[in-house]
């Protein structure tokens, strides 16, 4: 990654419509850069980074469509998605994803001395990840560290409970790992009490910084594969989602971009 204070800050993003979801066309150098300057300017916001599966919740649920499509920057976490957007003729420059972006936003933080919070996974799983990111950027402050329970949202209570802590620890980065859609509805209200962080909803990129979950190696990240590393993984909690929902998803989502294109 290039050093962020020799590299001009991005303009506002060219957002590329990938079925009913708006990306942004930037690398993950350029979402750092740009979450370093709103920061630095005192101005929060939220970063979703939609896969498939996020896609098609979306495409059913014009809320949840709407809880993504405002967020400040929508980044491509699914190789999909980027093979969509070249269909279309408006490619977007690479494939940025959460599992990523905790640890290159973690540099920026661990660099200008901003305190991040990790919130999400099985116990002792955030705490494992805090220990593993400062072991590599030891100026990193973790400010905190929470695993709520499952059911932390299914009382107003519970999910204030949450919440308080975080307000509590006054932390200007927060990477949210509890999946799509309950991270990111939380992360929205929290926006309101802390306006001045951003927020990262990450999903399993808690677990794989803590090195409980195991990543796929980085050519098949590259190549579109790592949903089936997941799955070999997983298999008892993917495959319903993988098989049966997503890859079908996916394959109309791709012919109907690469139809588009056609009668362009």
């Given at each position: 990654?290039?050093?962020?204070?020799?590299?001009?800050?991005?303009?506002?993003?060219?957002?590329?419509?990938?079925?009913?979801?708006?990306?942004?066309?930037?690398?993950?150098?350029?979402?750092?850069?740009?979450?370093?300057?709103?920061?630095?300017?005192?101005?929060?916001?939220?970063?979703?980074?939609?896969?498939?599966?996020?896609?098609?919740?979306?495409?059913?649920?014009?809320?949840?469509?709407?809880?993504?499509?405002?967020?400040?920057?929508?980044?491509?976490?699914?190789?999909?998605?980027?093979?969509?957007?070249?269909?279309?003729?408006?490619?977007?420059?690479?494939?940025?994803?959460?599992?990523?972006?905790?640890?290159?936003?973690?540099?920026?933080?661990?660099?200008?001395?901003?305190?991040?919070?990790?919130?999400?996974?099985?116990?002792?799983?955030?705490?494992?990840?805090?220990?593993?990111?400062?072991?590599?950027?030891?100026?990193?402050?973790?400010?905190?560290?929470?695993?709520?329970?499952?059911?932390?949202?299914?009382?107003?209570?519970?999910?204030?409970?949450?919440?308080?802590?975080?307000?509590?620890?006054?932390?200007?980065?927060?990477?949210?790992?509890?999946?799509?859609?309950?991270?990111?509805?939380?992360?929205?209200?929290?926006?309101?009490?802390?306006?001045?962080?951003?927020?990262?909803?990450?999903?399993?990129?808690?677990?794989?910084?803590?090195?409980?979950?195991?990543?796929?190696?980085?050519?098949?990240?590259?190549?579109?594969?790592?949903?089936?590393?997941?799955?070999?993984?997983?298999?008892?909690r993917l495959a319903r989602r993988y098989l049966v929902d997503d890859l079908p998803f996916a394959v109309r989502l791709l012919a109907t971009?690469?139809?588009?294109?056609?009668?362009?």
């Open positions: 990654m290039h050093d962020p204070a020799q590299v001009p800050v991005p303009a506002a993003g060219r957002r590329v419509q990938v079925g009913l979801v708006g990306v942004d066309a930037l690398t993950e150098d350029e979402v750092v850069r740009r979450v370093e300057a709103e920061l630095e300017a005192g101005r929060g916001g939220r970063i979703i980074t939609p896969n498939i599966d996020i896609c098609r919740a979306a495409a059913k649920d014009p809320a949840l469509r709407e809880l993504v499509c405002t967020a400040e920057l929508v980044v491509t976490d699914g190789m999909p998605l980027v093979w969509a957007a070249r269909l279309l003729g408006t490619p977007v420059p690479e494939r940025v994803t959460g599992a990523d972006l905790i640890w290159s936003l973690s540099k920026l933080a661990a660099r200008r001395g901003w305190p991040v919070y990790l919130l999400g996974g099985p116990p002792g799983v955030g705490r494992k990840a805090a220990d593993e990111l400062t072991s590599c950027h030891p100026r990193l402050k973790v400010c905190g560290v929470q695993a709520p329970p499952y059911d932390f949202d299914a009382t107003p209570e519970g999910s204030a409970r949450v919440r308080r802590k975080v307000v509590a620890a006054r932390p200007r980065l927060v990477f949210v790992g509890l999946g799509f859609p309950r991270q990111d509805r939380l992360i929205a209200d929290l926006r309101e009490e802390l306006p001045e962080a951003w927020f990262v909803g990450c999903g399993a990129a808690i677990a794989f910084a803590a090195g409980t979950v195991s990543r796929a190696p980085g050519w098949m990240r590259r190549t579109g594969l790592e949903w089936a590393f997941r799955l070999v993984c997983e298999p008892g971009c690469l139809a588009g294109r056609v009668r362009r």
